[in-house]
């Protein structure tokens, strides 16, 4: 695989089933260079044999849901100003009707039981902020003043003047003729303007200065419940309630359904047909921030007000993987669990957890039909198929993957080898043709409490096209080894840490032979990018770095970083001296190898002065670097970026490589 190829990573939405059982709808997302922004369709499969047609034509469609009947689907799909915006159509055809016009977009929708109204959350700005007026540009808003610690977020920026509210619609009626721009007429004026809807008018629910989010309706359709956070303290910790509207009642008050007294973070929620909810959450302890390791748990509320009661255990299940849901069903309830490199498709119920769908993937979401369950899958060769789970057992039946893996997908040995103080490390190396020796380049994730999975992985891919062997593990402090594991490096970051991912390049230089111990490199972003500048701080060994995105120094972290309120000392602690010993940006002195800082102009997650301070620092001190900087990224650039930048960046990368260590295939 090279650097191009990442038009080939086709990527699954959570499935769509039919009440039929017959097929699924899919969104089928990847990047496209010729576009430069990711496209995405809408697909229709056959839960038989595993064909499909395209269903839709946009450039952006995704997030497929289905009305109770299977009669319409709905999609997110961007509007003429390339806002994301709710539409419907008919499954057998038709031509997609606007569902939702609202000025800051969609951020999600849910369904009602009765097939007539959608819920969604949209952002809604201050008069005269964030392009609300026309002709009034960013640099003319008047000046924001910040009395608050959540006033930012990487991918949006400033969160003053703006929240997140819940809205209702009835869906359109799709038999109706289409509505008509108004022609311009001789005696318009500048007064006259068109006033034809694009969409059914949408009812605001929430009012004030709070945010809103994971719309869920009641089992009745009558109310809309959602997760916010109402509480006196909290712009200080990170707890959430649970509080329903009136679905048809303009800025109503809400109900409390939980409150924020229970300690909880609360991601999702779903009413149960007695008259209970289940819920998707992380308790936070006494202070509400205590977020380090939480592994997100399967909460059961029996009624408004109850206390929550826990399902699934806090120490060894994480339910927390990005885009995991739960499904309620007959007999329990299917949730995704995160465990060692993989994802996979439990139920659980009052006698226990039995899996569903496991094996060498991760589980992306999940659908049930009457007599089927249906899984997004991603696979050691892809990034997304569609699994069927039936009587026939479980098939994946699609190839949305068939031209990644004809590009050539390397596929990696697994190892679990035991470190220096007997504490056992899992990971992945990946060996490119050859008999070597071969250079190895040592990837560190992110997170930190995250983890490299069995997943297709384009970063390691292309590295091994160009002749280089790739290590790379979850030491201590990532997820999906349980608790004690996550949480080993909070308030000790760079310790156990750092022996795990140098003894598991040890230990995999030891296991394969052809690799040249002599020629190592090491890389990584966000908290990658942290473990790998405190790694060449303190071990000498590696030809060459690339520090990405880095969370570099915690104490300028505070106060420019989006999570930099509660991030830096839930993981470093507020001692000075102990956050210095933890510092990269504390110890930059001690750094001697060539490092390639790697950033984005608008990533508010790690803020560019953590990448520009470091370079800075390292050029001072005479060590070999160079800092490319991305314009209109975030932090996300690796994931969801511009495709040429993504290309751009394996390209950059992959010369400092050729430089530092050349390869047959990758020198310059």
Known sequence: MRAEHIEQLVTLSRPAVHPSDAWAIVAATRPNLRANRNVGQLWKVSLQDGSRRRLTGGTSDRAPQLTPDGETVLFVRPDAADKPQVWAMRVDGGEPVQATAQAGGVLEFAVSPTGDR??????????????????????????????????????????????????????????????????????????TKDDALHAPEAIRLSHGDFDHAAPAF???????????????????????????????????????????????SVSEVQPTPDGGFVLLAAQLGESGRDFVARNEQLFVLEQPGAHPEEVTDAASVDLGEVGSHA????????????????????????GGAKELIGGDLEVIGHGVGDGVTVATVRTPTSMGEVAVLDDRGLTVLTDFGAQLAEAGVVEPTEHEFTGRDGATVHGWVWVPEGE????????????????????????????VDAGYAVVQCNPRGSAGYGREHGV???????????????????????????????????????????????????????????????????????????????????????????????????????????????????????????????????????????????????????????????????EHILAWWAKHLPTRQNHR
């Open 436 to 463: 070597g020796p071969h250079p190895v380049l040592l990837n560190i994730h992110g997170g930190p409490f995250a983890q490299y999975g069995v997943g297709v992985f384009d970063e390691a891919q292309v590295a």
């Open 118 to 191: 959608i819920a969604f959350t949209s952002i809604v700005a201050e008069p005269g902020r964030y392009g609300s007026v026309e002709g009034v540009a960013a640099a003319q808003e008047s000046p924001r003043l910040i009395t608050r610690n959540r006033n930012l977020a990487n991918g949006l920026g400033s969160l003053i003047g703006r929240h997140s509210h819940l809205f209702s619609a009835e869906l359109p009626d799709l038999d109706a003729e289409p509505r008509y721009a108004r022609a311009a007429h001789p005696h318009d004026d500048e007064t």
């Open 218 to 264: 009641s089992s009745d359709g009558q109310r809309v419940l959602c997760t916010t956070a109402r509480h006196d303290t909290r712009d200080d910790d990170l707890l959430t309630a649970i509080v329903e509207f009136d679905a048809t009642v303009a800025e109503g008050e809400p109900h409390t359904i939980l409150s924020s007294r229970a300690a909880l």
């Open 327 to 350: 499904t309620i069903v007959e007999d329990g309830v299917l949730v995704q669990e995160r465990r060692r490199g993989r994802v996979r498709l439990v139920h659980v119920s009052g």
């Open 488 to 650: 080993a490096i909070k308030q000790a970051m760079g310790t156990v840490d750092l022996h795990d991912v140098l003894d598991f390049l040890d230990a995999s230089l030891d296991a394969h032979p052809q690799l040249d111990r002599a020629r190592l490199g090491i890389m990584g972003g966000s908290y990658g990018g942290y473990l790998t500048a405190w790694t060449i701080a303190n071990d000498h060994r590696f030809t060459a770095a690339v520090v990405e995105r880095g969370f570099l120094d915690p104490d300028s972290f505070i106060g420019t970083s989006d999570i930099g309120w509660f991030f830096s000392e839930e993981y470093t602690g507020n001692d000075a001296d102990a956050v210095r010993a933890q510092s990269p940006m504390a110890h930059v002195g001690k750094v001697q190898t060539p490092t390639l800082v790697v950033h984005s102009e608008q990533d508010w997650r790690c803020p560019p002065e953590q990448a520009q301070r470091y370079w800075s620092a390292l050029k001072r001190n005479g060590v070999e670097t160079a800092l490319l900087l991305f314009p209109g990224e975030d932090h996300e650039l690796t994931r969801a970026g511009q495709p040429r930048h993504r290309v751009e960046r394996f």
